[in-house]
């Protein structure tokens, strides 16, 4: 029973306004880790570009959006201060690409544990997720 609800839970679709947001997850980190990552597929289904333009949550001191670029042939975490959804598209945050990152962790999540991370949009709606901490070794 619990595997169907947690499968349940991390298949759900949550909805805010013309925003989605699909299979949304947060890595376990070891203990004494002070930073995690975030990752989600927004779905816009308005017919306008919608930027996720902030977000925050309980379980950790700051949260920044994020994206990864070379500089000099050498990968880089940048932080950004918007991430658009385009009109009818997607936006994907996953491993290595774009991204949610999490600093000051202020408790040690383990699998299955669920938080919530709320984002401000920039049509002036916001969308409150609820994330599935999945383990290191999870494949994706």
């Not at 947690?6 to 306004?17: C, Q, R």
């Not at 333009?53 to 990968?75: C, P, Q, R, S, Y």
């Not at 000051?104 to 299955?112: H, I, M, S």
């Amino acid at each position: 029973m619990k595997t169907i609800i947690s499968t349940f839970l991390m298949s759900a679709t949550l909805f805010a306004g013309a925003i989605t947001a699909k299979d949304p997850y947060v890595r376990v980190m070891p203990p004494g880790a002070s930073a995690s990552a975030g990752f989600v597929v927004f779905e816009n289904s308005s017919d306008k570009d919608i930027k996720i333009i902030g977000a925050n949550t309980d379980f950790a001191g700051t949260t920044e959006l994020h994206t990864h670029e070379i500089k000099e042939g050498i990968m880089q975490m940048r932080k950004v201060e918007s991430m658009t959804v385009p009109a009818k598209g997607k936006l994907v945050l996953k491993p290595h690409g774009k991204h949610l990152m999490f600093f000051d962790l202020k408790k040690n999540l383990k699998p299955n544990d669920k938080v919530q991370i709320k984002f401000k949009l920039s049509n002036d709606e916001t969308l409150d997720a609820t994330f599935m901490a999945r383990d290191l070794k999870s494949k994706h």
